[in-house]
C-alpha cells in the first residue's frame, strides 16, 4: 500500500528555519510527481512545491520563491522542503502528495493522489 509520511514540523520564529521530510513507502508504480502544499486554517490546500521525477523540473509558489527549496533522496525514497526565512503566513498544515499523472508536471492538487497526513508548521512572529 502506497505511503507518505512526513516529519519535521515544528514552532519556529519568524526568519527561522525548517525541513520537511516525507518519506514514501508501498509504490508499486513509480509516481511522476512528489511535492509539498499546505493548507492554512480557514483556507485552501494550495500547492507549496513539487518536482517532476522524469522531467528533472521544480515548481513553486509565488509566495515562497527564493525561500523555500524541494529537493529528493533517491537511495532514500524521501523527498525534503528546507524552508528559510519563514513568516507568519507560512503557518499551515503542510502535507507531502504523491502523482501518477505522468503527464503533468506543476502544484495544482487536483492532478495529486497520494496524501500523506500532514505536519504542523507554526511561525510565530
Given amino acids: ?20 521530510s516525507c518519506v514514501a513507502s508501498g509504490f508499486t508504480s513509480d509516481y511522476t510527481s512528489i511535492g509539498w502544499f499546505r493548507q492554512a486554517p480557514g483556507k485552501e490546500r494550495e500547492g507549496v512545491s513539487t518536482m517532476h521525477i522524469g522531467f528533472g523540473t521544480t515548481y513553486y509558489t509565488d509566495s515562497v520563491k527564493g525561500r523555500f527549496t524541494i529537493s529528493r533522496d533517491n537511495v532514500k525514497k524521501t523527498v525534503y522542503l528546507q524552508m528559510n526565512n519563514l513568516k507568519s503566513e507560512d503557518t499551515a498544515v503542510y502535507y507531502c502528495a504523491a502523482s501518477d499523472d505522468w503527464g503533468y508536471a506543476g502544484i495544482d492538487r487536483a492532478h495529486y493522489n497520494y496524501w500523506g497526513q500532514g505536519t504542523q508548521v507554526t511561525v510565530s512572529s
Fill in 1 to 20: 500500500q502506497a505511503r507518505l509520511v512526513e516529519s519535521g514540523g515544528g514552532l519556529v520564529q519568524s526568519g527561522g528555519s525548517l525541513r520537511l
